[in-house]
């Protein structure tokens, strides 16, 4: 079987090498096929270890994901379910309970590995191979309730160095617990390896020199070197340089057929698209990952732009001056949310004191602050793209030790405004004048920054998409971009002293207004600690109350100590960082699973791709939402445009399918899809109409009628 496999990917043009590889395993089939006979428990060291886990108790009649956790030695490799010119993948005989069922393997997204003129497909680092296994509803009585189920599995596979190849084998077993639980956390890194599906098909079409596949790819989203992993064997020179096009939103690969294979017209071609690869060729764990389709025969788009060295399109200004002037824009968007504004307009107000120097002065370091603040983020997000993670824009939100600090800065601000202490940099003094310093500036550009960035906005979310698909440099310079946006008007009036006239000279009413700012900074508070309690349950949400009440009664001492002629900083500061740092390290701890999105239509599914490729196949509209809780756009839009009655109606009436994508904690799964649709962040609106084979991507600004007009129309009007 092993030669047999082999033999029918091998072309007469193959090198001596090959035959003598297969001459190596010829003589270690019978071997092989000996020891899987009389080996009931095979502990043999290996050059890769296999491991069967479990992700975590499955109740009867559902199913639960299994992982064959390969662990390479240094030097050796495994395969793809595709190993490509030759080698073998990982085969699992099971034993499973009565009744259960296995699925298919899925691996996660492979290397490329050339050896002697052989492609190879294989992973020289640790890769899990996932299973789903159904239990049967039927199970025992004695089986249930905590009690496990016991599986076991004879896995046979291929190790290879550079220079020899072993066949192995290992008698693995583990246990399903049945009932409910916690989940292995690894499962979620595993499954973020798996390359994420297509929702719509792919085309492809034979021709004299071999295939030409055409994938639908956004012309936004962002890809680095690609490499096209073809699952059927014999119908493309794996070895081959694979050119690549744009055109559109088409991602066009050209394969040259097999050497010495005639011309092939398969009725369907499936892979997997590997988004890079290093610059020897070999795509990397992390390397961002993948696509798979699935192909059928149709017209392949004619034309477009070849992709330079590194995968990327050639670097256009007009496309970097566009994504600035959009992120210019979203930043000035950015100064009206609740958690900035009361901040903005104390600092405004202060600068009316007619100072002009001091004002450029202030004007300049708030600047500093908010445009370094959004730097790092932006340098953040590209560096740990670039490593494959898979996280968009506000990533930051999606820890729950960020929205512990964050409830701490929101909480001490609040206090401020308050009069319960005085902060540098916010505070204003009962005749008006300010007590900020240059410092106190920059410290408040950079909150005002990072508590101002959960969301993309009208013009911000385009902008958002181009930085990630920039080389990192223009990217950067978008980020920068949506910095001077924010701080844009504290600048102007800081240079501009007509402006400053403009504003109510200081007085003591400041004081009064500071007070009643304090209100949309309390509820920025109330807000933030019930999303806490949204991503960690109101454990979480208690402990950092407790945390933040901590906080505001330390200030408080601090400013009688102050008052007192004291000094406060030698014990204060070390009580911040310790507070902070609890927050920021505590606050995982104890965080349990995230709670389901809220506010969702009535019969709305969690987004999958196979919820969603169901919903399109049910012949029905398919209306499908990403979302956050800690995105504010995103809430406006539910209440006055998702969750109101006359939408309800309208989506019942058409039979429209509603999918919910909640990305208030990290999800690979959304991220990936997102990346494929080209969004940096959420809100993301997609309406899918029968039959049609793409998206329509829908305003980030959704109106009253934006969709009962859609479900009309589905309707025939």
């Known amino acids: 079987m092993v030669l047999r496999a082999l033999a029918n990917r091998m072309t007469p043009s193959r090198s001596i090498v090959t035959?003598?590889?297969?001459?190596?395993?010829?003589?270690?089939?019978?071997?092989?096929?000996?020891?899987?006979?009389?080996?009931?428990?095979?502990?043999?060291?290996?050059?890769?270890?296999?491991?069967?886990?479990?992700?975590?108790?499955?109740?009867?009649?559902?199913?639960v994901t299994m992982a064959v956790l390969m662990q390479p030695e240094p030097g050796w490799h495994g395969y793809w379910t595709n190993p490509g010119d030759a080698?073998?993948?990982?085969?699992?005989?099971?034993?499973?309970?009565?009744?259960?069922?296995?699925?298919?393997?899925?691996?996660?997204?492979?290397?490329?590995?050339?050896?002697?003129?052989?492609?190879?497909?294989?992973?020289?680092?640790?890769?899990?191979?996932?299973?789903?296994?159904?239990?049967?509803?039927?199970?025992?009585?004695?089986?249930?309730?905590?009690?496990?189920?016991?599986?076991?599995?004879?896995?046979?596979?291929?190790?290879?160095?550079?220079?020899i190849c072993v066949p192995e084998q290992a008698d693995l077993s583990g246990t399903i617990t049945v009932g409910s639980g916690s989940k292995d956390t690894r499962f979620a890194a595993w499954r973020a390896a798996l390359p994420a599906p297509l929702d719509r098909p792919a085309r492809f079409a034979a021709t004299a020199k071999g295939l030409s596949i055409a994938i639908p790819f956004p012309a936004t989203a962002t890809i680095g070197t690609p490499h096209l992993f073809i699952a059927g064997q014999g119908l493309v020179d794996y070895a081959a340089p694979q050119a690549f096009r744009r055109t559109g939103d088409w991602l066009v690969a050209e394969l040259p057929r097999a050497k010495g294979m005639m011309a092939e017209h398969p009725q369907s071609v499936s892979g997997v698209l590997a988004f890079g690869v290093d610059k020897q060729g070999a795509t990397s764990a992390g390397s961002g990952g993948?696509?798979?389709?699935?192909?059928?025969?149709?017209?392949?788009?004619?034309?477009?732009?070849?992709?330079?060295?590194?995968?990327?399109?050639?670097?256009?200004?007009?496309t970097l001056v566009l994504a600035m002037l959009g992120a210019l824009a979203g930043g000035l968007i950015l100064n009206v949310m609740p958690c900035v504004f009361p901040i903005l307009s104390l600092k405004a107000m202060a600068l009316a004191r007619g100072n002009s120097s001091h004002a450029r002065a202030e004007g300049l370091a708030y600047s500093a602050g908010v445009i370094l603040a959004c730097l790092g983020l932006g340098a953040a997000l590209l560096a740990l793209r670039a490593g494959g993670a898979q996280i968009g824009w506000a990533f930051q939100l999606q820890n729950p030790g960020v929205i512990a600090v964050l409830v701490l800065l929101a909480a001490a601000i609040t206090a401020n405004f308050a009069g319960l202490y005085e902060l540098p940099g916010l505070s204003v003094s009962r005749s008006g004048n300010s007590v900020g310093t240059i410092g106190g500036a920059f410290g408040t550009g950079l909150l005002a920054a990072f508590v101002a960035t959960p969301c993309t906005g009208p013009f911000m979310a385009a902008a958002m998409g181009v930085a990630l698909v920039l080389p990192p440099l223009a990217g950067l310079a978008v980020f920068a971009a949506l910095g001077l946006g924010l701080a844009l008007p504290f600048l102007l009036i800081g240079f501009v002293p007509p402006l400053r006239r403009l504003l109510p000279r200081p007085g003591p009413w400041m004081d009064k207004f500071r007070h009643f700012m304090a209100v949309p900074m309390g509820l920025t508070v109330l807000a933030l600690l019930w999303l806490a309690s949204r991503q960690g349950g109101w454990p979480l949400a208690i402990a950092t109350f407790a945390l933040a009440a901590a906080l505001l009664a330390a200030l408080a001492l601090a400013e009688r100590r102050r008052r007192a002629g004291r000094p406060v900083a030698v014990w204060l500061v070390p009580t911040i960082l310790a507070l902070g740092a609890a927050a920021f390290l505590g606050a995982p701890r104890l965080a349990q699973a995230p709670a389901s999105a809220s506010g969702a239509l009535p019969g709305a599914r969690p987004f999958s791709a196979s919820a969603l490729a169901a919903a399109r196949a049910s012949g029905k509209p398919v209306f499908l939402y990403f979302t956050a809780d800690w995105c504010l756009s995103c809430k406006v839009n539910e209440n006055v445009a998702i969750d109101r009655p006359a939408t309800i109606e309208a989506f019942r009436n058409a039979g429209v399918q509603v999918l919910v994508g909640d990305w208030t904690r990290a999800d690979p799964a959304i991220t990936a899809f997102l990346t494929q649709q080209g969004a940096a962040g959420v809100p993301l609106y997609l309406w899918y109409a029968p039959g049609a084979a793409d998206a329509k991507v829908l305003p980030q600004v959704l109106t009253p009628e934006t969709l009962p007009t859609l479900a009309r129309s589905s309707q025939g009007g």
């Not at 050896?115 to 294989?122: E, P, R, S, T, Y």
């Not at 060295?309 to 050639?314: A, C, I, K, Q």
């Open 290 to 318: 993948g696509l798979s389709f699935t192909a059928q025969p149709g017209e392949v788009p004619a034309g477009g732009t070849p992709l330079a060295m590194g995968g990327t399109t050639p670097f256009a200004w007009r």
């Open 19 to 63: 035959v003598l590889w297969l001459c190596l395993l010829a003589c270690a089939q019978p071997a092989l096929a000996a020891s899987a006979q009389g080996r009931q428990n095979d502990t043999r060291p290996t050059h890769i270890r296999p491991t069967l886990l479990a992700e975590g108790p499955v109740a009867p009649g559902e199913t």
């Open 87 to 163: 080698g073998l993948p990982l085969s699992l005989g099971w034993s499973l309970p009565a009744g259960a069922k296995a699925g298919d393997l899925r691996f996660p997204v492979p290397q490329t590995l050339l050896i002697q003129g052989l492609m190879n497909h294989v992973y020289e680092h640790d890769y899990a191979v996932l299973v789903p296994v159904t239990i049967p509803a039927t199970i025992p009585a004695t089986a249930r309730a905590g009690s496990t189920l016991a599986v076991s599995a004879k896995a046979r596979w291929l190790a290879c160095t550079d220079t």
